[in-house]
């Protein structure tokens, strides 16, 4: 199965750059400024774009994520609202679309129900951040049957096991938790983060990709010397968020601009 995901990893090997991926909340701060966001996201040179599916209590992540997940609650983003989103988007753009959201809302809809609506709607991928890899054996049938690339978390403390199943379960791209915790900009690295990424590749045969605490271009660059990409999510939202709901837009395209920078390998 080629994928848009595949096709743009293949791309950004050929031009030695690593891809940088973004998080938003959709619905944050509305639907209709979403739409305008990912495209402005687009234009500065985003290359795979999470879409956060809000729900009501994100485990995985940390206070700006939480915030903006229940701002756009308050706004209306349901599943169906941020699938329909995903299509006016669509129309617009093929920069592939990540879905990132919890079992919980995948189990109320039903995975064959829920990955075939995502897969209609335009939808590359899903990570559904509560989901473990041993436990994923019917939403993986699910996501083949619909051409949905799948994204599984792995963190430091993963053994070899978890390690193994998720390099073969994976069709998208690993992602790597820098760190034990939540979501949340951090001002560095981990030392430990290429030794970590390393033994990842060694049973990966997809991308692997860093997030959690990445907030600079100075990380960018740092975690794409190691990894294929890196991904970004609430230094984003902090941005949009000080911008206010009309800036939002102008503020993720200038941001993510400047962290495009850090992901090309000969700069």
């Not at 891809?19 to 305008?36: C, Q």
């Not at 079992?103 to 559904?128: Q, T």
């Not at 960018?220 to 984003?236: K, P």
């Not at 939202?237 to 993510?256: L, W, Y």
Request: charged share 25%; hydrophobic share 40%.
């Amino acid at each position: 199965m080629r994928t848009r995901i595949a096709d743009r990893f293949a791309r950004l090997k050929e031009a030695g750059e690593g891809a940088l991926i973004t998080y938003v909340a959709a619905g944050d701060p509305s639907l209709d400024e979403t739409v305008d966001i990912v495209l402005a996201m687009e234009d500065a040179g985003v290359d795979i774009v999470e879409l956060g599916m809000p729900f009501s209590d994100p485990v995985a992540d940390g206070p700006t994520i939480q915030a903006a997940c229940q701002r756009a609650i308050a706004a209306g983003a349901t599943p169906t609202a941020v699938l329909r989103t995903v299509e006016r988007i669509r129309r617009r753009s093929e920069m592939p679309i990540v879905i990132m959201t919890y079992l919980n809302l995948i189990h109320h809809a039903g995975y064959k129900r829920f990955a075939c609506d995502a897969a209609d709607a335009g939808v590359d991928g899903m990570l559904i951040s509560d989901l473990p890899v041993g436990a994923a054996h019917q939403w993986l049938r699910e996501c083949r049957a619909c051409d949905v690339d799948t994204v599984f978390l792995v963190a430091p403390t993963s053994g070899e096991d978890t390690l193994q199943k998720v390099g073969e379960a994976t069709t998208g791209f690993v992602y790597c938790v820098s760190r034990a915790g939540t979501t949340g900009a951090r001002s560095d690295l981990p030392e430990d983060l290429p030794d970590f990424v390393q033994r990842v590749r060694g049973h990966a045969s997809h991308p692997v990709c860093v997030g959690f605490g990445i907030s600079t271009p100075e990380q960018v660059r740092a975690v794409c010397r190691t990894a294929d990409g890196a991904v970004i999510g609430s230094a984003l939202i902090d941005r949009m968020s000080d911008a206010g709901p009309k800036g939002a837009a102008k503020a993720a395209g200038e941001f993510c601009a400047q962290l495009k920078a850090g992901t090309r390998r000969d700069a």
